[in-house]
């Protein structure tokens, strides 16, 4: 059987030193890390993740600038903010929920953060940066930072490994892909137009999966001891719960279980990370001014 990793253990791991480093800025440099925290319109999903954002600030200690604005926000000012944010001292970083409105262009209001404090990630001097050997960016994307951490917590060896990664979206796949080369990992990215995946990914010592489709990856899919993060959130009808719903992974879990080295389960395995990355991030940006060059 599996070796099941704990997000949720190693995540809060992670925040418990978080907190202890902001105690030291504020006592050392009288110095809180701040966090803009920015949302858009009242979908559900959205709200539910900035709340949990918020309180993740509130227990490390992180001063979280709450922006809630309406669905019917014009770009123009959403940019204004961004402006305004970028230019005030006491924010550090800077997170915009997605998803935007329809109206407002995503990637422009994205690329006006400053890349000193887009702790998400996704600025494309980051993302660029991030796929250049030699070159390291100021911030790595939560999520995909978050995979990469709980494969060398858990001691897997990524150097000379062959890894598959199922997806290659911009928020989580191609990142991901692109951290597992820096660390000297043989990449294969498969997606929606690649023929014959199930033998792609049997090959893999290294399997991380982030194609949003429930039980996609069986386990007669897993090569014996291989190492699978799960990145999936998929909903699927369980008359049993309140909800009318669970959340499940991409992988079936009771079938990779009986095959893999180590799992992780959904929900509490990648999430949890994507979190405590995000606060990682802000106290990085935090301390970036006060860290000898």
Known sequence: MATIIDGKA??????????????????????????????????????????TKRKACAEAGIR?????????????ELLKQVHQLNANPDVHGILIQLPLPKH???????????????????????????????????FVPCT???????????????KGKRAVVVGRSNIV??????????????????????????SIVREADIVISAAGQAFMI??????????VID??????DDPSKKRGYRLV?????????KVAGCLTPVPGGVGPMTVAMLLKNTVEAAKRPIVPK
Request: aromatic share 4%; with cysteine.
């Open 231 to 236: 990145v999936g959130m998929n909903a699927v």
């Open 64 to 76: 979280s600038i709450d922006l809630d604005f309406p669905e019917s926000i014009s770009e123009s």
């Open 144 to 158: 995909p930072k978050g995979c990469i951490e709980l494969l060398t917590r858990s001691g897997v060896t990524l």
């Open 218 to 227: 069986k386990g007669d899919w897993i090569k014996p001891g291989a190492a």
């Open 249 to 257: 992974g991409d992988v079936d879990f009771v079938e990779a279980s």
């Open 10 to 51: 190693i995540a809060q791991s992670i925040r418990d030193g978080l907190a202890t480093e902001v105690r030291s800025l504020l006592s050392d440099h009288n110095l809180v890390p701040g966090l803009a925290v920015v949302i858009v319109g009242s979908n559900k999903d959205s709200q539910t993740y900035v709340s």
């Open 104 to 138: 407002i262009n995503e990637e422009r209001v994205l690329g006006e953060i400053s890349i000193e404090k887009d702790v998400d990630g996704f600025h494309p001097l980051n993302i660029g940066k991030l796929a250049m050997k030699g070159r390291e960016p100021l």
């Open 173 to 198: 796949g191609l990142p991901v892909s692109l951290l597992l080369l820096k660390a000297d990992a043989t990449v294969t990215v498969v997606h929606s137009h690649t023929q014959n995946i199930e």
